[in-house]
């Protein structure tokens, strides 16, 4: 018998309607594809299908404190597809790297943090606060502490801090103001020499 423990990272899906929710996944399936989209409350049919067609992982009702045993193995269990992309994978490098995520709900003013994993960031990064991300991070909240991002992308809402380095680069203050144009996501790549930002919501 063989057991492997693995790290979820969740995403909620609080307010809004099955349309907005719908829009979001069909514009962002690939970057969903390394969650578990939670509903809070009951979803249709055509969402549930929508979320198997593009091979994401999905669970329905009240998220436990302390998962049972019969929820670690629904969150563990892989979709058809998705273990075909899995399979895909393996045979395409001779020694896949596991992937690992760290969820931080939110970081106050002051704390000093090393994240080495790619990491997910549910909350706002406060004002005196220093963060250096070995690999990409995902931020749900605006950032107005210091960031240090060293991955190949890095998501935020807006940035109020004005020490942002992504690749080695302190962010130009162009860029800065591309991400504070609005209150959407916006995910941050570097090409080259090259920073680009895009809207993902």
Partial sequence: MKTRQHRAQILSFTDGDHQEWSAFIKKNATLLQS???????????????????YGLLYTIGTLPSKPSPESIQALNSTPPKQEAKIEEAKTSQSS?????????????????????????????????????????????????????????FFIVRNLTSGHIVFCDSILPEAIVAKINANSHLKIIIKNSDTIAVKEIV
Avoid: W
């Fill in 35 to 53: 969650f578990i989209l939670h509903f809070s409350a009951p979803i249709d049919t055509s969402m549930q299908e929508l979320c198997q067609s």
């Fill in 96 to 152: 896949p790297q596991k992937q690992s995520h760290t969820l931080i709900h939110k970081i106050r003013s002051g704390e000093e943090m090393t994240l080495d994993d790619n990491a997910i960031i549910l909350g706002d990064i406060a004002h005196g606060a220093n963060i250096y991300a070995k690999q990409s991070v995902v931020i749900f909240g605006d950032c107005a502490g210091v960031l240090r991002v060293d991955g190949g």
